[in-house]
């Protein structure tokens, strides 16, 4: 139990080291998205294995308030949502370090999510590959959760890397 309570702490003292000041750095960024990938694809195949009925509940619950949103085009409620999406699949782990880890980052992936709703197809995009991701654990199959997860962070990637483009060839005009 002890060594539970200092890997938690370990990660908490990690997250409250970056700042959002930190994030207006391209390079942070992406490292935000290169932890995000190893660790979350490797959290949502467990997820697809342990989940309960009640995780799958949750997860359609978010997910639908997520549509609704995208629908509304309402970028706040959907930043929350997606990050809500990613805690529940976290959470859906068993594995309490995954969630503690996951919320730990809430502000830092809000923002980083809110960036990249700036990209509309991103919204589309996004509700794609969390309804596949929702499927692959109603499924049970870790493999395809893992695939989509991975696919999503690697859209989130090159969405941020279109914002990073986009802000260069503004600072050049101007």
């Known amino acids: 139990m002890l060594q539970v309570i200092k890997q938690v702490h370990f990660w908490t003292c990690l997250i409250k080291n970056i700042s959002m ?8 960024l992406f490292q935000l998205t290169e932890i995000r990938k190893i660790f979350e694809s490797q959290v949502v195949s467990l997820s697809a294995v342990r989940r ?36 529940a699949l976290a959470r859906a782990s068993k594995n309490v370090i995954a969630e503690k880890f996951i919320n730990s980052l809430f502000n830092l992936l809000l923002h980083l999510i809110k960036m990249t709703r700036k990209i ?35 859209l989130q990637e090159k969405a941020l890397y279109e914002l990073y483009e986009m802000n260069l060839k503004e600072e050049k005009e101007n």
């Open 21 to 28: 000041e930190d994030l207006s750095s391209p390079e942070i």
């Open 52 to 87: 309960t009925d009640e995780d799958l509940e949750s997860l359609n619950d978010i997910l639908t308030k997520e549509k609704c949103a995208v629908k509304n085009l309402d970028i706040d409620a959907c930043g929350q949502l997606d990050v809500m999406f990613h805690i």
């Open 120 to 154: 509309p197809e991103y919204l589309r995009d996004s509700i794609y590959f969390h309804e596949n991701l929702y499927n692959s654990v109603l499924a049970k199959d870790s493999k395809m959760a893992k695939k989509y997860m991975e696919e999503h962070l690697n």
